[in-house]
C-alpha cells in the first residue's frame, strides 16, 4: 500500500495541508514544465513565437477539459469507495475507467488535429502568428492520450489519499521537458514545434511511470495499463458526476477563447505580454488547485465513510485557508513581478504590459481560491450541478460581457479586469450553496451525530 492519508479522521486542516502540500509542489513543477517553454521560447525566437504558445493553449483546453471533467468524477468515486473500505468496487471502477480512457484519447486526438486549426481561426489570431500557433497545436494533441492516462492516474491515486505520488510523476515529467526543450529549440532551433514535442514527449513518460507506480505500489487495486473490462452501471457513475463537470469546464474554456479573441485584436505585443504575464500568475497562484484537490478527497472520503460532523467542520475552512494563502501569494509576486518577468523576455513593451496585466489581476485572484474551495468541496460531495451553473453565469453572465464591455467604453489593456470582477462574483453566489436544502441535510445529520458523542 502506497503513501495514502485517510480525510476521515485526525486534524482537518493539518491533513489537508499534509494532502496539499505534495500537490502545491507538483504544481509549481507543472508550471515550470510550461514556463520553460515560455522562457525559451521568448529567449531563442520571439515575441510572434511566445504569442502563437500563448494563444494555442485555449483551444486545447477547450478539446480536453470535458475529458478531464471524467477524471474528477473518477477520483470522487474512488474518494469515495476508498471512505467506505469498499475495495471490489474500487478494481471495478478503476478498470472501467482505464478502457473508457482510450476508447476517449484517440479519437480526440485526431479531431484536434482538425478542429484546433478551425479555432484558432475563430480566435482572430494575427497572421504573424498563425503557422506557429497551428503548428504548435497539432503537435501537442499527439500527446492527448498521455496527457489524459497521467492526470486519470493522479486522480486514482488522489481518491485514495495519495498526493505524494503525483510531486513524483511531475519531477520527471518537468525533467524531461527542460532538457528536450534546450535540445529541440535552443541546439536544433525547431522553434516552437521543438517546444511542443518537449512537452507531449514529457506527458507520455509521467504517463508510464504513473502506470509502473500504481502497479507496484497498490497491487490491491489489480491496476492494468491496458483496456480489460468496462462495467456499464459503473461508467454511468461516472459519467453522471463527470459529464457535468467536463460540460462545465468546456463552456468555461468557450468562455476563455472570447476573451482570448478580445486580447487577440489587441496585436501580438499584447498577446505576448498576456502569455507571460499568466506564467507569473499562474506560479502564484498554485496553491488554489491543491486545495481544491485536497476538498475534493476530504468530502468524497468523509461522505463515504458518513461523517457529517466533520463534513460541516471542513467545508468553510478549506476554502477560506486556500484564500489566505493565494492572497498572501498574490501580493507578494505583484510587488516583485518586474524581475520576474525579466526571465522571460527583454522586450520593454510587453514587459511593460504584462506588469501592467499583473498589478490590475493578481491582488484580487483570491476570491477565486475561495470559489474553488468552495466549489471542489460540494463535487466532492456529488452535488455538481449546483457549481456548473455557478460557473455558467461566471463565465457568460458577468466575465465575457464586463470584458467586451471594458474593450469598447475604457480601454482595451485594461481587459484583464474582467477576471477579478468574475471572480469576485463567482465567491459570493457559491456561498449560497450553504442556504440549499442538501446542506441544510447535511447539516442536520451532523447535528444529530453531534448529540450522540455528547
Known amino acids: 500500500m502506497g503513501p495514502t492519508i485517510d480525510m476521515t479522521k485526525g486534524s482537518i486542516m493539518k491533513l489537508v495541508v499534509l494532502f496539499a502540500l505534495p500537490i502545491c509542489l507538483g504544481n509549481v513543477l507543472q508550471q515550470l514544465y510550461s514556463t520553460v517553454d515560455t522562457l525559451i521560447i521568448g529567449n531563442f525566437c520571439g515575441s510572434v ?39 471490489e468496487s474500487l478494481k471495478a471502477v478503476i478498470a472501467t475507467a482505464n478502457s473508457f480512457l482510450f476508447l476517449c484519447a484517440i479519437p480526440v486526438a485526431v479531431l484536434g488535429l482538425f478542429v ?28 492527448t492520450l498521455g496527457n489524459m492516462g497521467y492526470n486519470m492516474n493522479a486522480g486514482i491515486l488522489r481518491g485514495v489519499g495519495d498526493s505524494r505520488s503525483s510531486l513524483l510523476f511531475l519531477m520527471i515529467s518537468c525533467v524531461v521537458n527542460i532538457v528536450l526543450d534546450f535540445i529541440f529549440v535552443a541546439f536544433f532551433n525547431m522553434d516552437v514545434a521543438g517546444a511542443a514535442l518537449a512537452t507531449i514527449i514529457a506527458m507520455f513518460a509521467s504517463w508510464f511511470f504513473s502506470i509502473a507506480y500504481i502497479k507496484r505500489n497498490y497491487p490491491e487495486l489489480d491496476f492494468s495499463p ?68 485536497a476538498a475534493t478527497t476530504f468530502s468524497g472520503q468523509n461522505l463515504g465513510a458518513e461523517n457529517y460532523l466533520r463534513l460541516k467542520q471542513g467545508a468553510l475552512r478549506i476554502p477560506l485557508f486556500s484564500g489566505l494563502i493565494t492572497g498572501l501569494a498574490g501580493i507578494t509576486a505583484t510587488i516583485f513581478c518586474r524581475p520576474i518577468l525579466g526571465l522571460f523576455t527583454q522586450d520593454g513593451e510587453v514587459l511593460a504590459m504584462a506588469a501592467h496585466y499583473i498589478r490590475v489581476v493578481l491582488p484580487l485572484t483570491w476570491p477565486f481560491a475561495i470559489f474553488n474551495g468552495i466549489i471542489c468541496f460540494v463535487n466532492g460531495i456529488g452535488e455538481v450541478r449546483f457549481p456548473t451553473v455557478v460557473n455558467v453565469l461566471m463565465l457568460w453572465a458577468v466575465r465575457i460581457p464586463s470584458a467586451h464591455l471594458i474593450a469598447r467604453f475604457i480601454d482595451g489593456n485594461y481587459l484583464m479586469a474582467c477576471y477579478p470582477i468574475s471572480f469576485t462574483f463567482g465567491m459570493l453566489v457559491m456561498f449560497t450553496f450553504f442556504l440549499t436544502k442538501r446542506w441544510k441535510e447535511i447539516r442536520q445529520l451532523a447535528f444529530q451525530q453531534q448529540q450522540k458523542t455528547t
Open 49 to 87: 513565437s511566445l504569442a502563437a504558445v500563448g494563444t494555442s493553449a485555449q483551444p486545447v483546453e477547450m478539446l480536453l477539459c470535458i475529458f478531464m471533467g471524467f477524471g474528477t468524477g473518477l477520483s470522487i468515486l474512488v474518494s469515495q469507495y476508498t471512505g467506505r473500505g469498499d475495495t
Open 226 to 293: 491496458v483496456p480489460r473490462r468496462l462495467d456499464r452501471q459503473i461508467l454511468l457513475s461516472i459519467v453522471r458526476i463527470g459529464l457535468p463537470l467536463g460540460l462545465n469546464n468546456s463552456i468555461y474554456s468557450v468562455g476563455h477563447i472570447f476573451v482570448q479573441s478580445l486580447i487577440n485584436t489587441q496585436g501580438s505585443t499584447f498577446m505576448a505580454a498576456c502569455s507571460v504575464a499568466t506564467k507569473v500568475t499562474g506560479m502564484a497562484n498554485v496553491a488554489i488547485n491543491s486545495f481544491g484537490s
Open 116 to 143: 484546433g486549426p478551425l479555432l484558432l481561426k475563430l480566435m482572430q489570431v494575427p497572421d504573424d502568428a498563425w503557422s506557429y500557433a497551428v503548428s504548435y497545436i497539432r503537435i501537442i494533441f499527439l500527446g
